[in-house]
């Protein structure tokens, strides 16, 4: 079982709409969640972190937590086609301290 | 606003040629990680430095891969020989402390490298 595991998508959204990128994780004892979105050809990019149960919002980007359940999401409000790129999710593994990546999720926003 | 440096940003070599990719970690930071990224695939973890130590190199296959980072700024990370199975993107990336909180991690803009 990989530690971390997002669906590889595509994900298509029309511009203006939601998108809903999910990510679980096998570690109960993980405690850092971060997501990176990466462009094509670039490197990763910092999106958001958190590290308590709940929701974290930051300008059109929520990220949310739920350890019980052992998933992490991020939410994209008014998608811009600017933000078709693929979303990395990577979780800290409890005394590995180091950071493990999913496979990422290709997003297309559609004008 | 501080950035991670990595040279060169694209390397085409033969295969059995060595080859050498350099980072310069944001300045200050202590935590220092070598990725290697296949197309489609998330980063992978081939080394993690604090300071000049390696804390974890078990991804690393050291018949082939080294990595050092003598005075615990910049690093080297040296492919000999390469292998067509080696290209990839090599990313660099560096944290301040590693621990929850402090542990976020910057990517330098990667080094594409072609083994043909």
């Known amino acids: 079982q990989k530690e971390v595991e997002q669906n590889s998508g595509p994900l298509s959204v029309p511009e203006g709409a939601i998108a809903s990128l999910n990510c679980t994780y096998s570690?109960?004892?993980?405690?850092?969640f971060f997501w990176y979105r990466q462009y094509s050809g670039k490197s990763p990019e910092l999106i958001m972190s958190i590290y308590s149960n709940g929701d974290k919002e930051d300008g059109r980007f929520t990220a949310q937590l739920n350890k019980a359940s052992q998933y992490v999401s991020l939410l994209i409000r008014d998608s811009q086609p600017s933000d078709s790129a693929t979303y990395l999710c990577?979780?800290?593994?409890?005394?590995?301290?180091?950071?493990?990546f999913g496979t990422g999720t290709r997003l297309t926003v559609i004008p | 606003e501080a950035e991670v440096a990595q040279s060169p940003r694209y390397k085409i070599t033969e295969k059995s040629q060595a080859v050498a990719f350099w980072c310069d970690p944001i300045s200050g930071h202590a935590t220092l990680y070598w990725y290697r990224q296949i197309l489609g695939q998330g980063p992978e973890l081939l080394v993690q430095?604090?300071?000049?130590?390696?804390?974890?190199d078990s991804q690393l296959p050291k018949d082939r891969f080294s990595a050092e980072r003598l005075k615990g700024v910049d690093s080297t990370l040296k492919i000999q020989p390469a292998e067509l199975g080696d290209s990839a993107m090599y990313l660099c990336?560096?944290?301040?402390?590693?621990?929850?909180?402090?542990?976020?991690?910057?990517f330098g803009p990667g080094t594409r490298l072609t083994v043909l």
């Open positions: 570690d109960r004892g993980s405690q850092s």
């Open positions: 430095f604090q300071d000049e130590s390696v804390v974890d």
């Open positions: 990577a979780v800290n593994v409890a005394g590995a301290n180091n950071l493990f």
């Open positions: 990336a560096s944290s301040s402390l590693a621990g929850v909180g402090t542990d976020t991690q910057y």
